[in-house]
Structures are given as structure tokens and as C-alpha cells.
């Protein structure tokens, strides 16, 4: 009997000491964030949609702030789907128009509404925000918008940020500068109800939101289920991740799609150009493109 209690007594004194010192085995009460990145071509310029490099120094900068545990799935689907148990949010940065693994059966799909009817929060990035045509109806319910190639538009040019909405995914974002790949003129509700635009970009207005629905490339979704959802369609290059600007707002939505309390000041999101670097996926440069040869040069005798 005193043996029981003595152990009773270690395993309380180790538990207090856990929490106190921050052991994240021991926060139950963690947010519990899932980053999904699609495959990677290993062939293909540096930091082009480096989805891997993306995820992992997500994590870092997510992990900055206290209360939150990543885990990160690589090639766009887990292997054991258990995993998605317990998600207060999911990440996916990935191609789109079908490529995404998340969308290749019935099954999978299943696997995600089930998340989303529990009211998990739902991130999509760059190309994931592009769902196939016949999966229009998951499009509209877990992200607010549709993007279809007879409506919609993408392409890259430089743009510049500098106004926002007041909202908790805008707290702390500063102006940046980019020449971004990004998508735009996605279908929104008719009455928009639930969304709210956070950036906006086109080769005509850049980033000014005088271009309206159409050019939205950042929003909002308070979902009728309860959810929250956060779209952003740039970020098709690593080196995004430079201005910290994008970075704060990247970070805001996430964390807000899991239902953490953003600073008025922002989330943390530090990151010098070393530690964007250092997670760069390597890749074979592909190889250069054939020039025509010039016209021989004849002459005659």
C-alpha cells in the first residue's frame, strides 16, 4: 500500500513538473494542427512549389507560439488516416485541379468531410485552392469559393500589399512586395455571407482591392457548420516566405482555423533567411531549353 502511494505520489509530482515546464507530452490540451504537402518534383527549378519546404518551416513557425503541436504528411496522403483523429486544423499546400491526393477517391473525401462536418479548421495554399469541376459543391462548402477555368484566371506579376481589412488573420501584417503565382476570379456566395476578402491581387489593379471580388487571392470562412476556413492562392516559390508580411498573415490564418487566440500584435512567425533556406527541398535544376540554331552562313564561290 505505501509502495501505491509513493508511486501515486512520483507520478503526480512529475505530471505538475511537466506541466510547469512546458513538456509537450504533457499538454492534452494542445492544438493539434496537421500539415499536409503534396508531392514534390524532384526535377524542377529551386523552391518551386517546394510543398515539403513549405510544411516544415510551417511547423517551426507555428510552434513558435505556445499551445501548438504539428505533425507533417508528406506526398499529399497519410498512411495511417488515424491520424486526422483529434485535428483542430488541416493544412494543405499542394497542386490543384484534381492532383490533390486529399481529392483522388470517394473514400478519401470521406475521410475529410467527416473532419470538416466536426468543425476542423481547413487551410488550403497556392494550387490547392483549385478543386476539380465535379467536386464544386466540397469546393464551395469547406473553402467558400469555386475556382473554374471559363471564370477564373492565374498567371504571375508583381503585386504589392498594403492594405487590409481588420480582422485576426490581419493582426500585425506588414506591407510586402511580390511577384507571386497566383490564382484569382473564383466564385464566391452570392452574398458572400461568411466570407471576408484579406488580400487582393491582379496584373491590373496588383494588390490594390479596387479590383474586388474578382482579384480576392486571401479570405476568410466562417462556415455554416461552425468551422473556420482560410484560403491563400500565392506562395508558388519558396522565397514568399521572405517577407514577413506574408508570413504573419499565413501564420494568423492558420492559427485561426484551429481556434487559437491571435495576439493583437500577431502570431509569432520569426524567420531569418538561413532558416527559410535550410528547408529547401533539394532538386535536380531541369535541363536547359534548346535554342534554334542560327541560319548557316553560305557563300558563294
Known sequence: MNFIRRASAQFLALAVFAVLSGDPASAANDLKILLVAGEVKPVDRAGHHDYKGGVLLMRQLLEQNGGVKTTVIENGWPQDES???GAHSIVFYTDGAGKQ???QSPQRIAVIQKRVDA???IVSIHQAVEFPPDLAKQSMQWIGAVYH???SGRGHWDSSHDTFPEHIVTRGVSAWKINDGWLNGFKFPADMKGITPLVWSSKQHTGSPDGAGSDIVAWS?????GGRSF????LD???AWERQGMRQLMINGILWSAGFEVPEAGAKAVADQALIDSFLT???APPAKATANPKALTTKK
Not at 221 to 225: G, I, L, P, S
Open 231 to 234: 484560403s491563400f492562392s500565392g
Open 237 to 239: 516559390a519558396h522565397s
Open 149 to 151: 477555368p471559363t471564370f
Open 83 to 85: 491520424v486526422f483523429e
Open 101 to 103: 491526393a486529399y481529392l
Open 221 to 225: 470562412f466562417d462556415r455554416a457548420d
Open 119 to 121: 468543425k476542423v479548421g
Open 282 to 284: 533539394p532538386r535536380t
